[in-house]
């Protein structure tokens, strides 16, 4: 009888996933993406690997950031209007050439934030129907694209203004929709 309860606690534990897993599928994806990409550039600009180098080129990376990853860099401390400074968990450890899920890990434990923030969805506009979108998302569009919609007052014009600038923004979408 012992064995057995002995052999099916064994089992329990064996098969509840443990502190030590690391990141699950998707988690971080800001902070992984963003540090990918700012250690693939490191790499390719033949940066010195140490950590105050690291810092700096960070710093100025951070600085020309926008949206999600704009924010992550302001949890981090990269940014001008931070309140807290923890660059160095970040630019120390990149500096040994440490995997970035790593240091997002170690970054979710400091500031479970920065693990919280996901990139947006994009939109194909090549088969959505805009007319079925919100406001909200019709506006994020022309927010991507720099422009703005003065004087919108309701979804049409939105829509209209969308169709109007979407062979400037994105061309194969417009000639592949036919409702134009």
């Not at 931070?82 to 995997?99: D, F, G, M, Q, R």
């Not at 600038?165 to 000639?175: D, G, I, V």
Request: hydrophobic share 40%; charged share 30%; glycine share 6%.
């Amino acid at each position: 009888m012992l064995s057995v309860s002995g052999l099916s606690v064994a089992l329990v534990l064996a098969l509840v996933p443990g502190a030590a897993e690391g990141l699950k599928e998707g988690e971080c994806e800001v902070c992984v993406a963003f540090l990918g990409k700012f250690y693939a550039s490191l790499k390719a600009s033949g940066a010195d690997f140490n950590s105050a180098a690291i810092e700096t080129e960070l710093l100025r990376s951070c600085k020309d950031s926008k949206g999600k990853e704009n924010r992550f860099c302001y949890y981090i401390g990269a940014t001008s209007d931070a309140a807290t400074k923890i660059i160095n968990e970040v630019s120390k450890p990149l500096s040994y050439h440490v995997p970035v899920e790593k240091i997002c890990e170690k970054l979710k434990k400091k500031d479970s934030q920065i693990c919280e923030l996901r990139y947006d969805k994009q939109l194909d506009l090549t088969t959505v129907d805009l007319k079925k979108l919100k406001v909200k998302d019709l506006k994020k569009i022309l927010e991507e694209w720099g422009e703005s919609c003065k004087g919108c007052a309701e979804k049409s014009d939105f829509i209209r203004k969308i169709t109007e600038l979407m062979p400037r923004y994105a061309p194969a979408a417009a000639e592949a929709r036919t409702d134009l």
